[in-house]
């Protein structure tokens, strides 16, 4: 197993090796890229209803600074333009073309929304130009043989329903599932990822309730899943709708097996609202370090993190999910443009961010790793399942991979 | 300068102000000059301008619209954004499900969204003012979530919304032009596309605000129970109002559709209908041509207050738009009239 490993990793770094000693042979840049600086651009909502997210943003300019302070990637100085759609679509498109035809960037990095990346992705594959890390976590990002210029990078809303039903059909086969789900892009998504996980037992699912995030209260809803007779919920919600949820469950003495979905798995946010004695035993699953917890004070990645965070970027909430996000991907474009070396074309980044091995972030659970191919561009599909105790998550059991078969 | 001077510069008394029909157009020269010059830029810039550009004739004709409803009937709206998604709508799913040909896809997006806006002005007759502001703001509440429906989904692709197909430019106007060694871009023909419609309708409003029926609705503006008492059928012009209002609204919307490619319910939220009056008020309320420079302030200065400060951008666009408010509170209109009487003085 060692020796296996060792090898995987002498390999990995003969092929990077020869990469890089191809590229230094021949320096080749397209637009965007030169001997002295890379221009990477980005969309972001600073403004608008989802304004919570720019600071993912923020993180990254803050970390393209201290990659500019130490050297640079490979001596070249990274320029970040960042620029805000208010989650608007049609904005989004405008921005996209500014940074590609007037700014000139060599890539588009981690544009934020669903939307907002669905109506440039066409416009970026027919220029040619990287999508690269879309900060969405719709499965649809995962195509590269109709859109090989789009990549995701959060593990999909698929591969984490996929999750919990493994979790499901193993820890409770007979069990009645109740779903709640948003009605939109997230929850519709999530739920196919649970029914396509469930497979041959998708019969457990008893009851469906879906909701609008325009919705005052969702309590009805949750009374009717419970005359359903389910033992299991599983809340496929935003925030404040798995909030409301956790409370109205204890308020009504039902004491189904809990399953969060991850973007609600907030402590601050979510559980302590909710009241921690109303949270305890909830399960969700995560792939990222929170900054919040202690266990990982003494972590070597994330003290390189809270190192990061007092010098570059002192007024971040390390609290806040967004934050790890943001440092965790901008550490992963850096490590493609690494990978590039010298021949910094559009084509060479698709390419070396189609061939990531065994890449582990700062941020990362310790364990899940970065794994992409030509025809795989789901760069995270692991998770691994908590369950809230006290006033924290606790990570149980193993790595769990939620990989779709297309 | 003399007191009659003074009095161009009109004073405020009632929400809406009346606007005499003559000072609601620019002259011919300077309608042709910003015409010769809206044909030649393209010309000389990058593909990116272009379609700010188009961008800007489209928010311009949604601002017209909305300029002949307030400036031309004296009614609110803050539901223009639900008008402008239908006509979006309409064009995407006739173009991508029933591979109907763009340029014919927008007399039915503007006729259905006549027919949709005649309807709502019908309830909208019982309301004026603030109230009448608010029926039609909860439009615009509503309407990205009728485009979620599941009812809807299949033809509307639902939150995941549809992408357009940009149209080329005709074969034989790309083959004319090629014999003559110049290239079409899709941008570029989206582009003079565009602006010919514009024209259109910029030419037909304003001869319909010096018509007989433009006149009616002005009389209604200013006065309703003098309009029905000189023999104004009241109700049928504030609907009709409505009705040619939504209509080109409708248009712009399939125009946009084909322009940025993509259809999505959150494109047309009520923060979109707040733009549009927003632009109104700034290139001046009942003045046609101040809808283009409207239109110019909401697409430019969000970037220019975000490039002043990123994280507080919307705290600078608000003191950019306060300034604009205080300074020139008839938007562009003044800042014309003013240029004008500049003009005058020097030419004495």
């Not at chain 1, 050297?71 to 620029?83: D, E």
């Not at chain 1, 419970?226 to 949820?245: L, N, Y």
């Not at chain 2, 504030?238 to 609204?249: E, P, Q, R």
Request: charged share 15%; aromatic share 10%.
């Amino acid at each position: 197993m060692r020796s296996c490993q060792l090898h995987a990793a002498a390999l990995a770094a003969a092929a990077f090796a020869l990469t890089t000693g191809n590229a230094l042979a021949q320096k080749k840049y397209d637009t965007g890229a030169g001997d002295t600086e890379i221009k990477i651009g980005n969309i972001m909502p600073y403004s608008g209803p989802a304004s919570a997210y720019g600071v993912i943003g923020k993180t990254e300019q803050a970390y393209f600074d201290k990659i500019n302070a130490e050297g640079g990637i490979n001596g070249r100085k990274i320029k970040f333009i960042s620029y805000d759609d208010g989650y608007s679509p049609p904005k989004t498109v405008e921005q996209a073309r500014k940074l590609v035809e007037s700014d000139e960037v060599l890539l588009v990095f981690n544009p934020l929304g669903t939307p907002s990346n669905s109506a440039i992705e066409k416009y970026m594959n027919t220029k040619k130009v990287p999508q690269l890390f879309v900060a969405s976590g719709a499965t649809k990002w995962n195509d590269p043989k109709d859109f090989p210029w789009t990549m995701g990078w959060q593990p999909s809303y698929q591969s984490e329903a996929h999750i919990y039903a493994k979790y499901l059909i193993k820890e409770k086969p007979e069990g009645k599932i109740a779903v709640l789900y948003q009605n939109d892009d997230f929850g519709k998504d999530y739920l196919k990822g649970l029914k396509d996980g469930l497979a041959a037992k998708a019969s457990m699912i008893v009851a469906e309730e879906s909701y609008e995030s325009a919705e005052p209260s969702i309590d009805g809803h949750i009374v009717k899943l419970r005359a359903s007779g389910a033992d299991v919920f599983v809340s496929i919600t935003t925030p404040k709708f798995a909030a409301q949820a956790i409370k109205k469950l204890a308020e009504i003495d039902w004491h189904p097996i809990h399953v969060l979905s991850n973007v609600s798995a907030s402590v601050g946010g979510v559980m302590q609202p909710a009241g921690y004695e109303n949270a305890q035993g909830i399960l969700s699953a995560a792939y990222a370090k929170d900054g919040a917890d202690p266990q990982w004070d003494n972590d070597p990645g994330m003290k390189n993190f809270f190192g990061f965070l007092a010098k570059y970027y002192p007024d971040a909430n390390k609290r806040d999910g967004s934050v790890v996000y943001g440092y965790g991907v901008a550490q992963t474009l850096v490590h493609v443009l690494k990978m590039c070396g010298d021949d910094l074309t559009r084509e060479n980044v698709m390419k070396q961010a189609a061939s990531l091995r065994n890449f582990e972030t700062d941020t990362l659970l310790p364990g899940i790793r970065i794994n992409t191919s030509p025809t795989d561009f789901a760069p995270i599909q692991q998770l691994k399942m908590m369950r809230f105790k006290g006033d924290k998550w606790e990570l149980f059991g193993d790595i769990i991979s939620g990989e779709l078969s297309n | 300068m003399s007191a009659a001077d003074e009095v161009e510069v009109v004073t405020e008394g009632q929400a809406v102000e009346a606007v005499p029909k003559r000072a609601m157009t620019l002259g011919a020269g300077t309608s042709l000059t910003v015409l010769v010059l809206l044909l030649v830029i393209p010309l000389f810039v990058k593909n990116f301008i272009i379609f700010q550009m188009t961008m800007l004739l489209i928010y311009g004709l949604a601002v017209l619209a909305l300029n002949i409803l307030t400036g031309g009937s004296g009614q609110f709206s803050l539901g223009q954004s639900a008008f402008y998604a239908i006509g979006a709508y309409t064009s995407a799913i006739l173009m991508e499900h029933f591979n109907l040909n763009y340029a014919l896809t927008l007399p039915v997006a503007g006729l259905l969204c006549f027919v949709a806006g005649f309807l709502f002005g019908q309830p909208a007759l019982r309301l004026s003012g603030v109230y009448l502001a608010l029926a039609t703001f909860a439009l615009a509440t509503a309407m990205p979530q009728l485009l979620k429906l599941g009812y809807f989904e299949h033809w509307t692709g639902g939150v995941q919304g549809l992408v357009v197909t940009k149209p080329d430019a005709p074969e034989y106007l790309e083959s004319a032009l090629k014999a003559l060694h110049l290239n079409i871009s899709q941008d570029m023909w989206v582009y003079y596309f565009t602006l010919v419609i514009t024209v259109a309708i910029y030419v037909w409003s304003v001869n319909l605000l010096r018509s007989r029926s433009g006149r009616a609705l002005m009389a209604i503006r200013d006065n309703e129970i003098a309009a029905s008492s000189m023999g104004v059928n009241v109700a049928l012009y504030k609907t009709l109002a409505f009705g040619v209002s939504a209509g080109i609204t409708g248009v712009a919307g399939g125009l946009g559709a084909i322009a940025v490619q993509f259809v999505a319910p959150d494109s047309y939220t009520i923060t979109f209908a707040i733009s549009l009056f927003l632009g109104m008020v700034v290139g001046g309320v009942g003045w046609l041509p101040g809808s283009f420079v409207g239109a110019a302030f909401i697409i430019f200065v969000p970037n220019i207050s975000e490039s002043i400060s990123k994280g507080l951008s919307g705290a600078v666009f608000g003191v950019l738009l306060f300034l604009v408010i205080f300074l020139v509170p008839h938007g562009a209109r003044q800042v014309a009239i003013a240029g004008q009487q500049l003009a005058g003085r020097f030419r004495r």
